[in-house]
């Protein structure tokens, strides 16, 4: 996945000026910026009983490097059992792949309340139209998150539930992209999470 991007950023004179002064040295720029390089590694093995993924972003981080996914899931057809690094289940927008994003970027809130990546276990209990899913990962203490292990014995811990009408809905995309012409369908759904850690706020 491939996402070059060019951006001009055109500040308000209001926003850069004081009493008619340019006293902020605020001036108007232009980027290019591989926004994001990632190879993905995705399959099955021993005949579907187990999945696995790999996901690195070569562009992370104003051109560094960062393991996205890494993962592998036990699957079965009333539980799938999931280990590794991977996003946790709270925030609609958040588990949707930037393939599949209506708009070049997710949402200020969605950036903001969804907890994103961590290090963890999840179960994952389909049925019908709908999913259940439970994840618990290290928390948030200092030091913690996304490729980084535990620094202490607090966890967090997410619930989340969401239905479908027929094929609509939460099928990691933003929107309704069915090939045929069905009815109109919608999707509902609920998620909580609660978490335990020591944050250094300044």
Known sequence: QLQPRYSYTDYDIADRTSNGV????????????MRRARLVLSGNMLDKQFSYKLQNDFADDGGGSQMKDMWIQWNHDMLNGRIGQFKQPLGREEQISSTS?????????SEVFAPGRAVGIQAHVPFGTGNFRMAMDNGESEGEGANAGGVDNKVRAHFALDWSTETYGSRGVEGDFRDDNSDLGFTMGAAVGYGEGHLELT
Request: charged share 25%; aromatic share 14%.
């Open 101 to 109: 994003l209506y708009f070049t970027e997710r949402s200020v809130l």
């Open 22 to 33: 340019d006293s902020t040295g605020m001036q108007d720029n232009s980027s290019f910026e």
